[in-house]
């Protein structure tokens, strides 16, 4: 048997954001760490251009080598989207799926009527006419990466970033631009992501409103699933705080295994 653990990393960072999560994988899996499209500096995307979640997950099926017999998933936010929708795919022997707080905008706009106040009033304040972090004509641009990363952060996180970071970021904004298009119109209806495979889903304790309802979501159309809440962690808790994610991803392959 030919097993493979694909990493899918985020938006806005990139294949390390797994170093310190590779070794939860069990002796006999392959270890996958692509970057995303658009990540590789010969393959950055040039503003104007478009590009769609089924781009990506195109790009990580042909990371997995001819014979795999089975495919774990191990993904956070946007990845967490790309890792849903490989899912649902024929054709690749998905065997499980551990995902952080994956992001499905799109499938929680359709839920409007029934959202909870704090997360109608988020999402209002994300895609609001006004300042909508889907207009083309901001998009990618020094403040619309500054309210992208201080949304999943906290407020003066991108101002406080060394400057080489910042510029590591701006070369990849466009890409930022467009998975956030992707995750905010393209994800299909809850119902649609129901996977008979063991299914891990985690979120932080303190993360923003539609994620915490987003996982809620997918909990309620994946009842198997195993549902786990970190304490004292954000949206961003892969990158601050190991330790409790990587007994997260230990406890996902200990019941994959059993």
């Known amino acids: ?10 938006t806005a960072t990139g294949p390390f954001m797994w170093r310190p999560y590779l070794d939860t994988a069990p002796e006999g899996v392959t270890r996958l760490t692509p970057a995303n499209r658009g990540y590789a500096p010969d393959d950055l995307l040039p503003r104007g251009s478009r590009f769609s979640v089924h781009d990506d997950v195109a790009h990580l099926k042909a990371h997995v080598p001819e014979g795999t017999t089975g495919v774990h998933l191990v993904a956070h936010s946007y990845g967490g ?23 499905l905008f799109g499938a929680l706009r359709a839920e409007a ?3 909870p106040p704090d997360t109608l ?3 209002e304040a994300l ?4 300042h909508s972090m889907l207009d083309e004509t901001r998009g990618g641009e020094e403040a619309w990466v500054e309210r992208f990363i201080d949304y999943w952060n906290q407020p003066g996180v991108w101002q406080a970033m060394p400057e080489k970071v910042k510029a590591m970021t701006r070369a990849v904004s466009w890409k930022m631009f467009r998975e956030v298009c ?34 809620q979501r997918l909990a309620e159309v994946n009842p ?7 304490d004292g962690l954000g949206h ?3 990158m601050s705080s190991p330790e409790p994610v990587a007994a997260s991803l230990r406890r996902h392959w200990a019941r994959v295994r059993a």
Request: glycine letters at 4%; charged letters at 20%.
């Open 1 to 10: 048997m030919s097993e493979v653990a694909l990493f899918i990393h985020s």
């Open 113 to 115: 009527d029934r959202l």
């Open 236 to 238: 961003m808790g892969l």
């Open 81 to 103: 989207f790309a890792a849903l929708t490989l899912a649902r795919q024929a054709g690749l022997p998905v065997r499980s799926l551990w995902v952080y707080e994956p992001v």
């Open 121 to 123: 009033a988020d999402v």
């Open 127 to 130: 895609y609001g006419a006004e």
């Open 182 to 215: 992707s995750v905010s119109q393209e994800p299909l209806p809850f119902e649609q992501y129901a996977l008979d495979i063991p299914l891990t889903l985690v979120r932080g304790a303190t993360t923003r409103p539609p994620t915490r309802d987003m996982i």
């Open 224 to 230: 198997h699933a195993e549902v786990e809440t970190l």
